[in-house]
């Protein structure tokens, strides 16, 4: 594996919580993602953002909240399903988050996502949940 690409050691990805790391795009942006650990181990991985407004961050810099194998947005309680990304309650029912590609081996997380690469552990330090810019809305509310 490309080490450049690891992420964290498998045994840093918690179960419950979610671990923020910043990945860079295809043209050079800043984004965000976040790995989480599954009741039967897998670890999965999906960017950090709501699918009702995309400019609301899912984890925000200290954890998401995560309960019973979901994790919700604090804005307006849409709940996410960690094992598949689906939105089972909420403005954005329906709705799937955005899933990064990963792969488990040598003991590390590494990103294996033709659209991203790694950047850095923790928050991108963009400015993306203080409002003022356009959103995006997927369910017309
Ligand atoms: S911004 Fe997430 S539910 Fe509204």
Partial sequence: MDESERVADVEDVPE?????FTVR?????????????LSD????????????WT???????EGA????????????GATFQLDTGYCDFGPCEGSMMEEVDVTVADGGVYLDDEEYA?????PSGADTDEGGGSRIDFTGS
Avoid: I, K, S
């Fill in 16 to 20: 419950g919580e979610t671990l923020l």
């Fill in 25 to 37: 795009d295809d043209e050079g942006a800043l984004g965000e993602a976040f790995l989480t650990q």
């Fill in 41 to 52: 181990g897998t670890v999965v991985a999906y960017r950090n953002y709501c699918r009702h």
């Fill in 55 to 61: 400019d609301v961050r899912l984890d925000t810099g």
């Fill in 65 to 76: 909240r995560v309960t019973n194998g979901e994790v919700w947005c604090r804005r307006h």
């Fill in 118 to 122: 790694f950047e850095h552990l923790g």
